[in-house]
């Protein structure tokens, strides 16, 4: 049984083991959930792995098939048309969520830092004279001032503003988000696609058999095996807005026993494909499963072009052990962590088919 790793903030299945696509952020100390499904979750027989029904008419081969269509080419949708909120934001930019503008490999101290921080006994005996000096004074004076700074504190709105806009973006989220799961049978005969990601052109059925006929082919196996379908359908709330996530999540396993293999969201409504996701044990596997899951997305690409282009996502991740990215259509994820390697693909929401 596969483990499964959730976000400690959102309870959002994790890619990669430690990024979710839900908040943006890397979860360092995800949730490990080893139990059959979810609470939120419903199927027969997940994880039960068999042998996949291939029929794909396009095959692998190397060679030119065009160039996939430029980023300025993308047609704009009309106001009237539906627009994926996954993540809102108030002032209507853009924005990066992800790693903080921190550089993990400054060392904290260093010889330098050590001389322009040591300084003078004096200095030291001075600052903390000063100190103690400005405790005694607090303490005496500390009724006056305490009954002085409420009433500044609360004729100021002050108050209020601290209580509704000092918390962390996720502090305050929480506070104000809710979880409701939702009944498939319902979402279906809406028919309406799911708010919460963008939704890829691309049908999930036609794609999960042609990742296996790539896989098929490439490999020279007959143990390429698909596992069963496993749904999750809710709605969470952020403040006066809500957003759906219908997701229909399928593995496709290459069958080597190391645990390289697709993971393959779908919308559980309309279908299409909306995440793609890569594991795999070593550096070679997973280059060309992410170069398959690119080719799968856009058939008509230069597959020459794009195995160059994988070739430098990982060896530009590998100098600070992940990457983001856009990739033609796509947001593009990679990390490695002591020598597993995790890709995800979502699809940019300039591109989003609804």
Same mark, same amino acid.
């Given at each position: 049984?596969?483990?499964?790793?959730?976000?400690?903030?959102?309870?959002?299945?994790?890619?990669?083991?430690?990024?979710?696509?839900?908040?943006?952020?890397?979860?360092?100390?995800?949730?490990?959930?080893?139990?059959?499904?979810?609470?939120?979750?419903?199927?027969?027989?997940?994880?039960?792995?068999?042998?996949?029904?291939?029929?794909?008419?396009?095959?692998?081969?190397?060679?030119?098939?065009?160039?996939?269509?430029?980023?300025?080419?993308?047609?704009?949708?009309?106001?009237?048309?539906?627009?994926?909120?996954?993540?809102?934001? $108030?002032?209507?930019?853009?924005?990066? +969520?992800?790693?903080?503008? @921190? &550089?993990?490999?400054?060392?904290? /101290? *260093? =010889?330098?830092?050590?001389?322009?921080?040591?300084?003078?006994?004096?200095?030291?005996?001075?600052?903390?004279?000063?100190?103690?000096?400005?405790?005694?004074?607090?303490?005496?004076?500390?009724?006056?001032?305490?009954?002085?700074?409420?009433?500044?504190?609360?004729?100021?709105?002050?108050?209020?503003?601290?209580?509704?806009?000092?918390?962390?973006?996720?502090?305050?989220?929480?506070?104000?988000?809710?979880?409701?799961?939702?009944?498939?049978?319902?979402?279906?005969? $809406?028919?309406?696609?799911?708010?919460? +990601?963008?939704?890829?052109? @691309? &049908?999930?059925?036609?794609?999960? /058999? *042609? =990742?296996?006929?790539?896989?098929?082919?490439?490999?020279?196996?007959?143990?390429?095996?698909?596992?069963?379908?496993?749904?999750?359908?809710?709605?969470?709330?952020?403040?006066?807005?809500?957003?759906?996530?219908?997701?229909?999540?399928?593995?496709?396993?290459?069958?080597?026993?190391?645990?390289?293999?697709?993971?393959?969201?779908?919308?559980?409504?309309?279908?299409?494909?909306?995440?793609?996701?890569?594991?795999?044990?070593?550096?070679?596997?997973?280059?060309?499963?992410?170069?398959?899951?690119?080719?799968?997305?856009?058939?008509?690409?230069?597959?020459?072009?794009?195995?160059?282009?994988?070739?430098?996502?990982?060896?530009?991740?590998?100098?600070?052990?992940?990457?983001?990215?856009?990739?033609?259509?796509?947001?593009?994820?990679?990390?490695?962590?002591?020598?597993?390697?995790?890709?995800?693909?979502?699809?940019?929401?300039?591109?989003?088919?609804?």
């Amino acid at each position: 049984m596969k483990k499964r790793y959730l976000c400690p903030v959102c309870e959002h299945e994790l890619t990669a083991k430690s990024f979710c696509p839900e908040c943006k952020r890397l979860r360092k100390e995800p949730i490990i959930y080893e139990g059959d499904f979810l609470p939120n979750e419903s199927g027969s027989g997940a994880g039960v792995l068999e042998t996949a029904e291939v029929t794909t008419k396009d095959t692998w081969s190397v060679g030119s098939y065009g160039s996939a269509p430029p980023r300025s080419s993308a047609k704009k949708p009309s106001p009237d048309t539906y627009r994926n909120t996954r993540y809102p934001d $108030a002032c209507g930019g853009k924005h990066t +969520y992800g790693i903080p503008n @921190v &550089d993990p490999h400054r060392k904290k /101290n *260093t =010889l330098e830092d050590e001389k322009k921080k040591d300084g003078s006994g004096m200095k030291i005996v001075g600052r903390l004279f000063f100190a103690a000096a400005l405790i005694l004074v607090v303490i005496l004076c500390w009724e006056p001032i305490k009954t002085t700074a409420l009433k500044l504190w609360k004729d100021s709105g002050l108050e209020a503003a601290f209580n509704g806009g000092n918390a962390s973006e996720e502090e305050s989220a929480g506070a104000d988000s809710s979880h409701q799961d939702v009944d498939e049978e319902e979402i279906l005969a $809406a028919g309406e696609p799911c708010s919460g +990601y963008s939704h890829y052109d @691309v &049908d999930g059925q036609i794609y999960m /058999n *042609t =990742l296996a006929g790539y896989c098929k082919e490439l490999w020279q196996s007959e143990d390429i095996q698909v596992s069963d379908a496993v749904t999750s359908n809710w709605i969470s709330s952020y403040g006066d807005r809500d957003y759906t996530y219908y997701e229909k999540s399928v593995y496709v396993d290459i069958g080597d026993d190391t645990g390289n293999y697709f993971r393959i969201v779908s919308d559980t409504v309309t279908g299409e494909v909306m995440q793609v996701s890569v594991s795999a044990s070593g550096r070679d596997t997973a280059q060309k499963l992410l170069l398959l899951a690119g080719c799968g997305l856009d058939p008509a690409a230069d597959r020459n072009q794009l195995w160059q282009e994988v070739q430098g996502f990982f060896s530009d991740a590998e100098a600070d052990g992940y990457l983001f990215t856009e990739w033609g259509t796509s947001d593009l994820y990679v990390s490695i962590d002591e020598g597993s390697y995790y890709c995800t693909l979502e699809c940019l929401d300039e591109y989003d088919k609804y």
